[in-house]
């Protein structure tokens, strides 16, 4: 790397296009070797978050057993004992991202200090307090790896509407193409972005209005996202996803 950022500014400051101005050479070389430091340096800190990663007594493994255990003991009421909950309130957990569904159990206890929870929810901020570290990560790896037996769309009048927000958003006032983050399928990109597709319209149009009011306030860029929907374009998205596969 470093022979190369050398030698790179070597053929910059003797290339003719620079010839005539010293200064924007010596600046245009300044970019590029701190470019190449910038590289260099990401190969090193790669190979460093290789090397701890296979350390393995700094990895902490999900045990699917456990979490298994605990589903069936305290969440099975509602999000049923494989994560597809047959009530359309309580959200399908099969098949979502672990690391998603981690930082929600997070989000749902009152941090110490704090007034209320990010993701204030009656009923999962008793559930979610009564987790260790180890129990959110177990039933979390144990949700993601069930899998998924989807809604599906009942208000079909609406669902191309709901299509034409996912795909395009609503230009008129703001809103982003869902697409954009969620996938073209409604799968999500671990950990950051959920799966949205195969999920209960009924939950999915009652989390954007919760992200709306500011009910949930665990994520900005959905607050502000959903402060551009109104009702009828919240139901017909979330009847779209509920068919989405
Ligand atoms: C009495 C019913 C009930 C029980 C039991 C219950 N939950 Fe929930 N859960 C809910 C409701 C209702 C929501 C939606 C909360 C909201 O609207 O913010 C939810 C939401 C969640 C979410 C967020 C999902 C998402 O897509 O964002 C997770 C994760 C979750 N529950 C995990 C669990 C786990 C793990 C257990 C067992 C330890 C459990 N729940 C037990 C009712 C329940
Ligand atoms: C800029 C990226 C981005 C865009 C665009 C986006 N989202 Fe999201 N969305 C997120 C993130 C990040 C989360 C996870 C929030 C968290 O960590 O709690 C999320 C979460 C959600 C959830 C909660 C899922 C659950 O299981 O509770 C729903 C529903 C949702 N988004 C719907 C939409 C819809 C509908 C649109 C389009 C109108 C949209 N999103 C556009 C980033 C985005």
Redo the contacts with the bound molecule.
Sequence with gaps: MITQASTCRLITVSSPIFADSSKLAAKASRTIQAAFFAMAFAAVSLSTTALQAAAPEKVAVADLAKGQA??AA??V???AADGNSVIS???I?AR?HAG??AK??HN?KVKPGADGAE?A?A??GV??T??SEDDIRN??AF?AAQAIKPSYSKDKDIIERGQRIYRAGIPSTGVPACAGCHGPNGNGIPAQY?RLSG?HAD?TA??LA?FKSGE?ANSSQMMSIAKGMNEGDMKAVAEYLAGLR
Aim: proline share 6%; glycine share 0%; with cysteine.
């Design positions: 605990i589903a305290a969440c009421a509602c999000h309130i309580y959200p957990l979502q998603y569904l929600q159990l749902f993701r929810n009923v999962m559930f979610a009564a987790l039933v979390a949700y959920p999920q939950y009652a989390t919760a949930r």
